[in-house]
């Protein structure tokens, strides 16, 4: 498959994982990206990433180990943007 248009998708779906995997997306939003990692494995493994890094992350904020601060690092680290582009040049 070779469709421009798709990755575009991506590229503006990886925006609001974030926020959906937080639950604070916008229930439009978010049947717009559930719509489409139905049928994108690249986006799928990020929403699966994030789900167990965020499951981490919130497993030890419970004993306030980790600041709110450091969860907002991490999402950055992730560096989301570079992850989908260089899935989609393969
Ligand atoms: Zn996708």
Request: contains cysteine; proline residues 3%; negative net charge.
């Given at each position: 498959?070779?469709?421009p ?12 994982i ?61 560096d ?9 040049m393969v």
């Amino acid at each position: 498959m070779n469709d421009p248009s798709h990755a575009h998708k991506c590229d503006h779906l990886i925006a609001t994982i974030s926020e959906y995997v937080d639950g604070s997306l916008s229930p439009q939003l978010c049947a717009e990206l559930e719509k489409h990692l139905r049928e994108c494995e690249n986006c799928t493994v990020v929403v699966d990433t994030l789900r167990k890094t965020i499951s981490l992350v919130q497993t030890c904020a419970e004993d306030d180990c980790l600041p709110g601060e450091v969860r907002a690092r991490l999402f950055h680290t992730l560096d989301l943007d570079d992850f989908v582009k260089n899935d989609a040049m393969v």
